[in-house]
């Protein structure tokens, strides 16, 4: 999938995923609708006791567009009760973005209302 030596670095943009899980490269015309359907691209979104939304989704473009290493293509993401929202972590493969998703549930269910203030 990633070819760090592509003449001129150059490297896909746009991906869907295959099997559910698979990223592959596509066109913009088959992203843009990828990205209005979240549900469709959620792997995890769990509801903690302490308020917390811990979602962790399939970003459809590369958040690693010009740097080095594999395509940064999912995230977790925490939203508290207050509506503040704070990056959790990224991910270049779908594995780590699982087993992400499930440490950011056990890590911020054991954490008090007052962490939302705070940076990760």
């Known amino acids: 999938m990633y070819d760090k030596n592509v003449p ?22 088959e992203a843009g609708p990828l990205m209005a359907r979240f549900g469709d691209r959620c792997i995890g979104c769990d509801h903690l006791a302490n308020g917390v939304n811990v979602s962790t989704a399939f970003l459809v473009f590369d958040h690693n567009a010009f740097g080095d290493g594999p395509p940064i293509l999912w995230n977790t993401i925490l939203s508290f009760p207050n509506g503040n929202q704070r990056l959790y ?14 440490e950011a549930c056990a890590v911020v269910s054991l954490l008090d209302d007052s962490l939302e203030n705070r940076a990760f």
Request: net charge neutral.
């Open 8 to 29: 001129g670095g150059s490297r896909p943009y746009y991906y869907r995923l295959v099997d559910g899980w698979r990223p592959e490269p596509c066109d913009w015309f």
């Open 89 to 102: 972590r990224k991910y270049g493969y779908y594995e780590d973005a699982i087993e992400g998703h499930k």
